[in-house]
T-cell receptor, first 114, second 117 residues
Framework: AQSVTQPDIHITVSEGASLELRCNYS??????LFWYVQSPGQGLQLLLK??????LVQGIKGFEAEFKRSQSSFNLRKPSVHWSDAAEYFC????????????FGTGTKLQVIP | GAVVSQHPSWVICKSGTSVKIECRSL??????MFWYRQFPKQSLMLMATSNEGSKATYEQGVEKDKFLINHASLTLSTLTVTSAHPEDSSFYIC?????????????FGQGTRLTVV
């Protein structure tokens, strides 16, 4: 069965600083990997996804993530954080079929300070 | 614009009553719908998967008689929490996709905050 670990429950960064959110997955085959963002009381918005090909994927809002098979990781990065990035971020892994059944990590809450 | 409409966004109900949550696809045919619940400070837990015209498949530990799912059309799925109790208070989110096309994106609804008092 697939699983996802997000080691950091809560991260605080200063506005303008760089950001990296960690994600480790467990899956027997080539995974389908996602990052979602959730603002308070809202649904989830897809930031980016990895299905195959280039291991560095670009997403919306200036985010990117790198798939590292050797480390079973799919960390999310942003060079310069904006106050509006404060939200909860979820990493997810899917089985074959991409958007079918996906398993979500426990989330990382990002706080941005001025 | 939004492709999924979930209503209501929040609801408060008395213990023992039933609550219906609707999830509508606005722009495409939602052949597959997923229902999740999210407890405070926790991740999303898949409750059930439904395909249009078929009975929903429930995850282990989810009571199908308590959480009734109806996916009678390609644009609408409903989740009914029957005889709700305070422990059912949670954030419920639908996720929909057109399963006939490979690797099409699935979209989330805005979520419904259910509080049972």
């Amino acid at each position: 069965a697939q699983s996802v670990t997000q080691p950091d429950i809560h991260i605080t960064v200063s506005e303008g600083a760089s950001l990296e959110l960690r994600c480790n997955y467990s899956y027997g085959a080539t995974p389908y990997l996602f990052w979602y963002v959730q603002s308070p009381g809202q649904g989830l918005q897809l930031l980016l996804k990895y299905f195959s090909g280039d291991t560095l994927v670009q997403g919306i809002k200036g985010f990117e993530a790198e798939f590292k098979r050797s480390q079973s990781s799919f960390n999310l990065r942003k060079p310069s954080v904006h106050w509006s990035d404060a939200a909860e971020y979820f990493c997810a892994v899917g089985a074959s079929g991409g958007y079918q059944k996906v398993t979500f990590g426990t989330g990382t809450k990002l706080q941005v300070i001025p | 614009g939004a492709v999924v409409s979930q209503h209501p966004s929040w609801v408060i109900c008395k213990s023992g009553t039933s609550v219906k949550i609707e999830c509508r696809s606005l722009d495409f045919q939602a052949t597959t719908m997923f229902w999740y619940r999210q407890f405070p400070k926790q991740s999303l837990m898949l409750m059930a998967t439904s395909n249009e015209g078929s009975k929903a498949t429930y995850e282990q530990g989810v009571e199908k008689d308590k959480f009734l799912i109806n996916h009678a059309s390609l644009t609408l799925s409903t989740l009914t929490v029957t005889s709700a109790h305070p422990e059912d208070s949670s954030f419920y989110i639908c996720r929909i996709r057109d399963g006939r096309i490979m690797n099409t994106e699935a979209f989330f609804g805005q979520g419904t905050r259910l509080t049972v008092v």
